[in-house]
Nanobody, 122 residues
Framework: QVQLVESGGGLVQAGGSLRLSCAPS????????MGWFRQAPGKEREFVAA????????NYADSVKGRFTISRDNAENTVYLQMNSLKPEDTAVYYC???????????????WGQGTQVTVSS
């Protein structure tokens, strides 16, 4: 089974940027749609962005449109989440996940990473 490892989280001031990376453990990565989710303390896990196998279709949550960019490099076996103009309300643990198709519901994602903490200070 594919395993996912996120990296790139950290502490940043409001208005700053971070880039998260997610590296699956198997070369079958290119057969999966990939998504990013986040979970803040005391809140449910929420959808952030998703991208199809080829990168031809992308969905974003309204809260991150225009600020976050999801991309993937199948040759490098990596999916990215570029986060710009970060706000304190973006503070959360960010997870990447793999699914058979482009969906926004977490329940359709069968493989999850361990998460990486993003903290945005005001």
């Amino acid at each position: 089974q594919v395993q996912l490892v996120e990296s790139g989280g950290g502490l940043v001031q409001a208005g700053g940027s971070l880039r998260l990376s997610c590296a699956p453990s198997k070369r079958t990565f290119s057969t999966y749609a990939m998504g990013w989710f986040r979970q803040a303390p005391g809140k449910e896990r929420e959808f952030v962005a998703a991208i199809t196998r080829t990168g031809g279709r992308i969905n974003y949550a309204d809260s991150v449109k225009g600020r976050f960019t999801i991309s993937r490099d199948n040759a490098e076996n990596t999916v990215y989440l570029q986060m710009n103009s970060l706000k304190p309300e973006d503070t959360a643990v960010y997870y990447c996940a793999a699914a058979n198709t482009l969906v926004v519901m977490a329940s359709f994602y069968s493989v999850w990473g361990q998460g990486t903490q993003v903290t945005v200070s005001s």
